[in-house]
C-alpha cells in the first residue's frame, strides 16, 4: 500500500508517461535504474490494447480501474488525477457502419489526434450500460512481459464506492502468496481511491490472464489477456521438439495480436445478475428493464448442455471476443467485431482465454483447422486435425493456424454448449454465438474489414462438416463423448500428454497417503439449495489469513472437513472452509459435481499451483439421447446430501512425468476429477469454482498451505479486521 508522498510521486511519474501516448500499443517509455537493476516503465496509457515490457528488464506499469459507460468516448487529459470518465460523448454505428457522435463535445470527433480521446467501447452494439474499464478498455489492455522478470504493476481504484482486487489468474506466485490478488483472503480489497502495488516474478511461461476478484466485476470488464513470453531457450527447444518429432514448422508468435479471450456479456451489470440469480427471483428476457415482471410464465428456464447437465441459469445476451460481438437484434454492419490479421503461407500461434462468467463455448474458424499445442501455460503434444475446441471459464489453450489460404476472409466462430433438449438427438444448439473474423491481410496498405462486409463473410464462409465418413474432432469436451449421430470425436483434457519432460522434483508421488487425500463435492446443498463444496457454504473471512494470521484464527468462523456439517442447518455449515495441508507433501484431491437428483457442470480452479490431471471420471449416458443417466459408479455419497464420499472400490492413479498440468478444468456432471500438486509453495490458496455465481454464494474454499512455514508479508501491508469496542 502506498503511502502518500509515494502516490503523488507515481501519478507524476504517470503525467510525463502519458504525454507520449500511443492509443494501439506501448512498449517502454522510459528506462530508470532502481536498486541496481534495469527498469523499463511501460506507458499502458488510456485506450493502449497492449502493453508490452523489454526483454531484459524489471517491468513497471499501471492499471487504473473506473466505471464508465458503453459507447462513450472520454478525453484523455494529462492531469495528476489519472481519471478518464469525463467530456464523455455518446456515439452509435448507423446503417452504413459509419460511427456517429450523439451532441456536441470535445469527444465529437474522437479520431480527431489534436484532442486525445478514447475509442468508444462498442461491446455487443446493443447494451448502453455501466461497464468497469481498465485504462479505459474492456477488456483491459493485453500485458505481455517475459519469463522470470520482476513484474510491478500499480493498480489505482478510481471506483466511487467498490474495493477491488486483481488475481493474476495461473500464476503460482511462489514464495509470493500476497500478490494473489483475493480480496480478503491474500490481500485486504483495494479501496476507493486508493492503491496497490502488486510485484511478483513472471512464471512460468504461457498464456494467462488477470481479473477481478472482488464480486462481481470482471462480469462488468474487469479482466484482460496476460501473457508470458517463454525465453530464447524455451522457445526455440520446443520449436525444435514441435518440428523434428511432430513435423510443424516455425510459427509466428504475436500476442498482442493472435489472442482470443472470450466472454458472456450479460443485459444487466453482475451485482444485478448474482442477485437476481442468488435470491431466486429469476430472469425475465422477454420483459424490458424496469418493468415488474406480472407472469411467472415468462421466467426463464436454465439452459441444458449436450448430456442434459445444467448449464446456466442466466439468459445468454451476447457473447463477445476481446470485448467486441453483436447482439441478436444488431445488424452485422452497426457493430464491431475483433478482427486477427495473418499473411498466406504462415504458421501462427493462437492464445483463447476462458474469461466467461458462466457459460463454455465451442470455437471453430471457417475452413481451417487447428494444431492444439498447449494448455494453461505448458507445452503439449499436439493434437492435429482439430474443428473444435472447447473451453471452460478459466481454462486456456494455445493452438497454431496454418495459414494456407485461398486468401479471403473467414468467420470466427464461438458457440455455447447451450442446445435445444426437445426433440430427439441430434439436437441443436440454440445458436449464441461469440463472432469474428480471420482476415488474410494484403500487406501495409491492406484496408481492412468494414462492417459492411461482416454478414457477407458469414454468409460465404465454409461451414465445418461433420459427416460419418469425415468426423469432426472435438478437444477439451465437458462429456465423456458425442453420440455417433453428431458425427464428432472427442479428445478430453486428461488425454492430452505433456511435449516437455516435468523436473523429477515436481512429480508427486505415485501412492499419496490417505490423510493427504481429500474428496470434494461441488453442489447445491440444504434447503436454500446455495452453493457448497462438500455441503459447507463459504462465507469470506473480515480478515485476509496471508497478512494477518493470528487474527484471522481469531475473528474468522473457520470449518474444515472433520466438523459434523448438517446443510439444512445453516448454523453448521455457513462458515470460512479451510483444508490445512503439511509441507512438501503429496496431495490428492477427488473433486465431483454430484447433485442428488440432477447434474450440473463446474469449472474448478486452483490458486497457487498446477495440477497433473490424473484422470477424469464420467457418469454413464443413455446411447439414444446421450444424457447422463445417474451418476459416476466411482464414488459413493455417505449421506444423503452427498457432503462426504470414498471410492466405491479404490482405484489406483498413476501419474508419470508426461501428465498434463493445468490449474483449471471442467467437471464432468455426474462425474469427477482426480488431480495431485505437491504442497511446496506455502500459502492460503483458493480452490473455487470458476462459475462467478457458484464462487461467490460459496463454492470455495482455502488451501492452508504449510501454516508454519509461510513468510512474513511485506512491511506495510494494508490490514482488515473487524472493529468492536472494548468491553
Same mark, same amino acid.
Given at each position: 500500500?502506498? /503511502? ?7 501519478? %507524476?511519474?504517470?503525467?510525463? &508517461? ?19 537493476? $534495469? ?20 517491468? +513497471? ?81 493485453? &500485458? ?9 504493476? /500499480? ?34 480489497? &483495494?479501496?476507493?481511491?486508493?492503491? %496497490? ?35 530464447? +531457450?524455451?522457445?526455440? #527447444? ?40 442468488? *435470491? ?38 451476447? =457473447? ?10 444488431? $445488424? ?5 467485431? *475483433? ?65 494456407? =489460404?485461398? +486468401? ?11 442446445? /435445444? ?14 463472432? =469474428? ?26 461451414? #465445418? ?35 516437455? +519432460? ?81 509441507? /512438501? ?112 454464494? =460459496? ?29
Amino acid at each position: 500500500q502506498f /503511502n502518500e508522498n509515494n502516490y503523488i510521486q507515481m501519478l %507524476f511519474r504517470i503525467v510525463i &508517461i502519458l504525454a507520449s501516448i500511443s492509443l494501439v500499443h506501448s512498449s517502454c517509455s522510459e528506462k530508470i535504474m532502481v536498486n541496481g537493476r $534495469l527498469r523499463c516503465i511501460v506507458s499502458c496509457g488510456y485506450g493502449e490494447k497492449v502493453c508490452e515490457c523489454e526483454a531484459g528488464y524489471e517491468c +513497471e506499469l499501471t492499471l487504473s480501474i473506473e466505471r464508465l459507460t458503453s459507447f462513450t468516448s472520454y478525453r484523455i487529459l494529462n492531469g495528476m488525477s489519472r481519471r478518464l470518465g469525463i467530456s464523455g460523448v455518446n456515439y452509435y454505428i448507423n446503417n452504413e457502419g459509419v460511427e456517429v457522435s450523439v451532441g456536441e463535445g470535445a469527444c465529437s470527433d474522437y479520431t480527431n489526434n489534436a484532442i486525445q480521446c478514447t475509442e468508444p467501447n462498442w461491446i455487443d452494439g446493443s447494451n448502453y450500460r455501466s461497464v468497469i474499464a481498465v485504462n479505459g478498455l474492456v477488456p483491459g489492455p493485453t &500485458i505481455v512481459v517475459d519469463e522470470d522478470a520482476t513484474v510491478i504493476i /500499480n493498480v489505482l481504484n478510481r471506483l466511487l464506492s467498490d474495493g477491488v482486487s486483481v488475481h493474476w489468474h495461473g500464476l503460482r506466485q511462489f514464495n509470493t502468496p500476497w500478490m494473489d490478488g483475493v480480496g480478503l483472503i491474500t490481500q485486504c480489497n &483495494i479501496g476507493a481511491f486508493t492503491s %496497490f502495488q502488486y510485484k511478483y516474478i513472471a512464471a512460468p511461461s504461457g498464456t494467462y490472464w488477470y481479473h477481478s476478484h472482488s464480486g462481481t466485476q470482471r462480469a462488468d470488464g474487469l479482466f484482460g489477456i496476460l501473457i508470458i513470453r517463454e525465453s530464447t +531457450e524455451r522457445i526455440n #527447444t520446443a520449436k525444435m521438439n514441435l518440428a523434428t518429432n511432430f513435423g510443424i514448422g516455425n510459427f509466428i508468435d504475436t500476442p498482442g495480436e493472435h489472442s482470443l479471450a472470450l466472454t458472456d456479456w450479460y443485459r444487466e451489470e453482475g451485482d444485478v445478475v448474482y442477485h437476481n440469480d442468488n *435470491s431466486e427471483i429469476g430472469f425475465y428476457p422477454l420483459i424490458p428493464l424496469g418493468d415488474l415482471p406480472l407472469a411467472l410464465s415468462a421466467a426463464f428456464e436454465d439452459t441444458r448442455t449436450f448430456d442434459n447437465s445444467d448449464i446456466s441459469p442466466v439468459p445468454f445476451f451476447s =457473447g463477445l471476443i476481446n470485448g467486441l460481438g453483436r447482439h441478436e437484434t444488431v $445488424l452485422y454492419n452497426q457493430t464491431r467485431l *475483433s478482427i486477427f490479421n495473418i499473411e498466406l503461407g504462415n504458421l501462427y500461434r493462437f492464445r483463447l482465454i476462458g474469461s466467461m462468467g458462466i457459460l463454455p463455448y465451442r470455437l471453430s474458424i471457417s475452413g481451417h483447422k487447428l494444431i492444439v499445442i498447449a494448455t494453461d501455460g505448458y507445452f503439449v503434444e499436439p493434437v492435429k486435425e482439430v474443428d473444435y475446441l472447447i473451453i471452460h471459464a478459466g481454462e486456456r489453450y494455445d493452438f497454431i493456424l496454418n495459414a494456407t =489460404g485461398p +486468401e479471403r476472409d473467414y468467420w470466427i466462430e464461438a458457440n455455447t454448449m447451450e442446445i /435445444n433438449i426437445t426433440g430427439e438427438a441430434p439436437y441443436e444448439t440454440l445458436g449464441h454465438l461469440a463472432e =469474428g473474423i480471420l482476415h488474410y491481410s494484403s500487406g501495409p496498405s491492406d484496408p481492412g474489414v468494414p462492417s459492411s462486409r461482416y454478414e457477407e463473410i458469414k454468409q460465404t464462409s465454409p461451414p #465445418t462438416e461433420c459427416t460419418a465418413q469425415s468426423p469432426c474432432l472435438a478437444v477439451n469436451c465437458p462429456f465423456e463423448y458425442f453420440l455417433p449421430v453428431y458425427n464428432i470425436n472427442c479428445i478430453n483434457a486428461h488425454e492430452l500428454v505433456l511435449l516437455e +519432460e516435468t523436473p523429477r522434483e515436481e512429480v508427486p508421488d505415485n501412492d499419496p497417503t490417505d490423510a493427504n487425500t481429500y474428496f470434494l463435492n461441488f453442489n447445491f446443498a440444504g434447503e436454500s439449495g446455495s452453493s457448497t463444496i462438500n455441503g459447507r457454504n463459504f462465507i469470506f473471512p473480515p480478515v485476509a489469513p496471508v497478512v494477518q494470521r493470528d487474527l484471522f484464527n481469531d475473528q474468522a468462523n473457520i470449518c474444515d472437513n472433520s466438523i459434523s456439517c448438517d446443510p439444512f442447518n445453516i448454523d453448521d455449515c455457513l462458515c470460512t472452509h479451510v483444508l490445512t495441508l503439511e509441507y /512438501n507433501q503429496t496431495i490428492q484431491l477427488v473433486v465431483s459435481s454430484i447433485q442428488p437428483g440432477d447434474h450440473f457442470l463446474h469449472p474448478l480452479h486452483i490458486h497457487g499451483h498446477t495440477f497433473q490431471l490424473l484422470k477424469v471420471g464420467y457418469p454413464a449416458y443413455n446411447s439414444s439421447t446421450g444424457f447422463a443417466m445417474g451418476d459416476t459408479p466411482d464414488l459413493t455419497c455417505e449421506n444423503e446430501a452427498c457432503t462426504s464420499l470414498s471410492f466405491t472400490t479404490p482405484q489406483p492413479f498413476e501419474v508419470t512425468d508426461k501428465t498434463v498440468r493445468k490449474d483449471s478444468v471442467m467437471i464432468p456432471g455426474g462425474g469427477y476429477v482426480v488431480l495431485r500438486f505437491i504442497s511446496d509453495n506455502p500459502g492460503a490458496w483458493f480452490l473455487h469454482c470458476h462459475i462467478m455465481n457458484h464462487e461467490l454464494e =460459496g463454492m470455495t474454499l482455502i488451501l492452508d498451505e504449510a501454516p508454519i512455514n509461510q513468510n512474513s508479508p511485506p512491511e506495510g501491508l494494508a490490514q482488515c479486521q473487524n472493529f468492536l469496542f472494548p468491553d
